[in-house]
């Protein structure tokens, strides 16, 4: 029955509306909706899609309540391993992890569990009171350094477990790349900040304006009463090119560009005062989630024509499908198998145009994909007033150069043991991206999670 059943589409603004606005592109599921979704799980004995989420959600649990119309009694399932819902809903690459075990995708389409997921916590932010059962205190003291998705779910794991949680974040606001990286159109700063409130709500203290490697360090922490520390301070190094022209006026890395817009609330400037200056046209570099983000919000900000730059082909770019699809059908255009080489820039020193070289694929490089090889000749100009290099980011360097004795691999992250997530020196943990590299959003809560099961044993037998 449930085959032939087809899975429930998630309601959209229009593209041609959702192009000009900065409002949630994904509408969410009426209660109709998400009751017939959910009764399509087969409610399985052996639930596979519980071994694709890194936060081991009880997937089915909370789905079973959905299809009895217990809306708050699949969210109180829901927090038991995820203390961000409304934030996985809408940012977790579900395909390629819990759906993707999904046994109805073998056969046909697999449960929305995503879409559900984002339906409950949303239906619970609305109707609901959270509810908190606070723990008999252990009297030990833990130091998380960074409010980013790793170290919030960290946190809320270390207070459940009864310990005396404080969050050092470096920015004005908490919530990491869930602030400054991912455009409110995506993920609704609200949602976001209500999330953290209930972390508080539970007993977890965040500091916000504490660069740690500044202000202290991690040693000073451990002297001053702190029993354990979390290192989650992500992935903030904005790579570049290295290319001629990347110091113009107009050239942005993506980190910049999308904190000025998110976090300093760019997009509604003059009401903030945070100009962020786009020209008419656009050219992001890279094709994953972060370019896609930086391509769509040029569009909001006023570009008429924006490019994506990627040197391989369509099926090597590493973005959400999701991601993909919503720009193209904005307009977005893409500029595949084509390199930049240089940006060229006009007698003000402001950006006016990118030379690149087209490419065709050849074997497959180290990293399973078809290595791009550039086409001698080829060169051509894209004219265009803004550049955005979205090629990735690495370890910001404040915390690990002010901690004497952590090891760092020659990438710059920390080295910590794959089981416990324990560093080179004995009570200090870390995990995410300072860890792995950038990653995903779920994979930084699930060493966060997993850092915090480790930190409890260690201070249990400390």
């Given at each position: 029955m449930a085959?032939?059943?087809?899975?429930h589409?998630?309601?959209?603004?229009?593209?041609?509306?959702?192009?000009?606005?900065?409002?949630?592109?994904?509408?969410?599921?009426?209660?109709?909706?998400?009751?017939?979704?959910?009764?399509?799980?087969?409610?399985?004995?052996?639930?596979r899609?519980?071994?694709?989420?890194?936060?081991?959600?009880?997937?089915p649990d909370?789905?079973?309540?959905?299809a009895?119309?217990?809306?708050?009694?699949?969210?109180?399932?829901?927090?038991?391993?995820?203390?961000?819902?409304?934030?996985?809903?809408?940012?977790?690459?579900?395909?390629?992890?819990?759906?993707?075990?999904?046994?109805?995708?073998?056969?046909?389409?697999?449960?929305?569990i995503?879409?559900?997921?984002?339906?409950?916590a949303d239906?619970?932010?609305?109707?609901?009171?959270?509810?908190?059962?606070?723990?008999?205190g252990?009297?030990?003291k833990?130091?998380?350094?960074?409010?980013?998705?790793?170290?919030?779910?960290?946190?809320?794991?270390?207070?459940?477990?009864?310990h005396?949680?404080?969050?050092?974040?470096?920015?004005h606001?908490?919530?990491?790349?869930?602030?400054?990286?991912?455009?409110?159109f995506?993920?609704?700063?609200d949602?976001?900040?209500?999330?953290?409130?209930?972390?508080?709500?539970?007993?977890?203290?965040?500091?916000t304006?504490?660069?740690?490697?500044?202000?202290?360090?991690?040693?000073?922490l451990?002297?001053?009463?702190?029993?354990?520390v979390f290192?989650?301070?992500?992935?903030?190094?904005?790579?570049?090119?290295?290319?001629p022209?990347?110091?113009?006026?107009?050239?942005?890395?993506?980190?910049?560009?999308?904190?000025?817009?998110?976090?300093?609330?760019?997009?509604?400037?003059?009401?903030?005062?945070?100009?962020?200056?786009?020209?008419?046209?656009?050219?992001?570099?890279?094709a994953g989630n972060?370019a896609?983000?930086?391509a769509?919000?040029?569009l909001?900000?006023?570009?008429?024509?924006?490019?994506?730059?990627?040197?391989?082909?369509?099926?090597?770019?590493p973005?959400?499908?999701?991601?993909?699809?919503?720009?193209?059908?904005?307009?977005?255009?893409?500029?595949?198998?084509t390199n930049?080489?240089?940006?060229?820039?006009?007698?003000?020193?402001?950006?006016?145009?990118?030379?690149?070289?087209?490419?065709?694929?050849?074997?497959?490089?180290a990293?399973?994909?078809?290595?791009p090889?550039?086409i001698?000749?080829?060169?051509?100009?894209?004219?265009v007033?803004?550049?955005?290099?979205?090629?990735?980011q690495?370890?910001?360097?404040?915390?690990?150069?002010?901690?004497?004795?952590?090891?760092l691999?020659?990438?710059?992250?920390?080295v910590?043991?794959?089981?416990?997530?324990?560093?080179?020196?004995?009570?200090?943990?870390?995990?995410?991206?300072?860890?792995t590299?950038?990653?995903?959003?779920i994979?930084?809560?699930?060493?966060?999670k997993?850092?915090?099961?480790a930190?409890?044993?260690?201070?249990?037998?400390?």
């Open positions: 085959l032939k059943v087809p899975r589409e998630m309601p959209c603004q229009e593209p041609q509306v959702r192009a000009h606005n900065f409002e949630e592109v994904a509408l969410g599921y009426t209660t109709e909706t998400a009751v017939e979704e959910a009764q399509r799980c087969l409610q399985c004995k052996k639930p899609c519980r071994e694709g989420c890194p936060v081991n959600v009880l997937i909370f789905i079973g309540k959905v009895e119309s217990d809306f708050l009694g699949a969210a109180e399932v829901l927090k038991v391993k995820n203390s961000l819902p409304a934030v996985c809903g809408r940012v977790c690459p579900q395909e390629t992890q819990c759906e993707s075990k999904c046994v109805l995708g073998v056969k046909g389409e697999s449960v929305a995503g879409r559900l997921e984002r339906f409950v239906y619970e932010l609305k109707n609901g009171q959270p509810k908190f059962d606070k723990p008999e252990t009297g030990k833990v130091a998380v350094i960074g409010a980013g998705p790793s170290g919030l779910a960290c946190a809320g794991d270390l207070a459940k477990a009864g005396q949680v404080t969050v050092f974040e470096a920015l606001v908490a919530g990491g790349v869930l602030m400054y990286g991912i455009p409110e995506r993920l609704p700063k949602v976001v900040q209500t999330e953290i409130r209930n972390l508080q709500a539970m007993g977890v203290e965040i500091l304006d504490q660069v740690v490697g500044k202000v202290t360090t991690v040693q000073e451990m002297a001053n009463g702190f029993d354990a290192i989650g301070t992500g992935a903030g190094l904005p790579h570049f090119m290295n290319i022209g990347e110091n113009l006026n107009g050239v942005y890395s993506a980190n910049e560009f999308l904190t000025r817009t998110n976090l300093m609330k760019g997009y509604k400037f003059p009401e903030y005062s945070t100009p962020v200056k786009v020209g008419k046209r656009v050219a992001v570099l890279g972060v896609m983000d930086a769509r919000t040029s909001r900000l006023g570009a008429e024509e924006v490019n994506i730059v990627y040197r391989r082909s369509r099926a090597e770019m973005a959400r499908h999701e991601e993909l699809e919503h720009a193209e059908e904005e307009g977005i255009k893409f500029q595949l198998l930049p080489v240089s940006i060229e820039g006009d007698e003000k020193g402001s950006v006016r145009a990118l030379t690149c070289l087209r490419y065709e694929l050849g074997e497959p490089d990293s399973g994909r078809r290595a090889i550039a001698p000749g080829s060169e051509f100009e894209i004219p007033e803004t550049v955005v290099v979205a090629i990735g690495g370890p910001n360097p404040l915390v690990t150069k002010s901690t004497e004795g952590l090891e691999n020659k990438r710059g992250n920390i910590a043991k794959e089981e416990t997530l324990e560093t080179s020196i004995p009570g200090v943990f870390a995990g995410g991206d300072i860890v590299g950038a990653a995903t959003v994979l930084a809560m699930g060493a966060g997993k850092a915090a099961a930190m409890d044993n260690y201070l249990k037998q400390k």
